[in-house]
Structure formats: C-alpha cells, structure tokens
C-alpha cells in the first residue's frame, strides 16, 4: 500500500506556471506507474498526464501536450507535474494517483491510489 499527499497548487494568472509535487510514502515507490488527473467542478475527472516505473516514458492528453511536464525522482519517492502557460481552462483539482503495474493507463479506474488533491486556480 502506498500514501499519497500532492502539494504545490494555487492561485496563478494565465500564462504563469506552477509545479506540483506527490510525495509517497509506504512501498516501494518505484513499484508504481503513477499518473495525474484532475476534476474541475462540474466536470468528471479527466486524465492529464502518466510515467512508467523507471520515469522514462510519460503520457500526456492532448490538451496539455506542449505545457505539462511529468517527471519522477524515485530517491525521492516524488512525483512532479510541471505546468507551464496555463489557462483558464487549467482550474481544477489535481490528483496524483499509483497503480502496481511498469505502465500507467489513462484510466482513473486502473489506479489503485490516490492523493487527497491540490486546487489549482488560474486567473484570467
């Protein structure tokens, strides 16, 4: 089993840039393809970006494609998201998520874990 707490949400203006950090703690981090969703209010939870196990490969939806980073420091048992020129449209809550498995999915339902969120909020 592994605990998930993400951090580094706010308030930004469009354009700005924010990163946020999931910190596990509990098994082996490395053990976990992890991912990042996020649920605007009034919206279902959407995929926004995935890395396997070793941080190699990384997943992104479309609409972040460009903007978004996702990195992983498995010494550090941390998960990033890099959020560059974010939008309007980026407010939401973000969520970082584990599943026991080398490859992540863009399924919420596939992970097995989850953070209690961090509220991103980007003005106009």
């Known amino acids: 089993q592994v605990q998930l707490v993400e951090s580094g949400g706010g308030l930004v203006r469009a354009g700005g840039s924010l990163k946020l950090s999931c910190a596990a703690s509990g098994r082996t981090f490395s053990d976990y393809a992890m991912g990042w969703f996020r649920q605007a209010p009034g919206k279902e939870r959407e995929f926004v970006a995935a890395?396997?196990?070793?941080?190699?490969?990384?997943y992104y939806a479309d609409s972040v494609k460009g903007r978004f980073t996702c990195s992983r420091d498995n010494a550090k048992n941390t998960v990033y998201l890099q959020m560059n020129s974010l939008k309007p449209e980026d407010t939401a809550v973000y969520y970082c998520?584990?599943?026991?498995?080398?490859?992540?999915?863009?399924?919420?339902?596939?992970?097995?874990?989850w953070g209690q969120g961090t509220q991103v909020t980007v003005s106009s």
């Open positions: 890395i396997n196990r070793s941080g190699i490969t990384t």
């Open positions: 998520a584990a599943r026991t498995a080398r490859l992540p999915t863009m399924r919420g339902l596939d992970y097995e874990y």
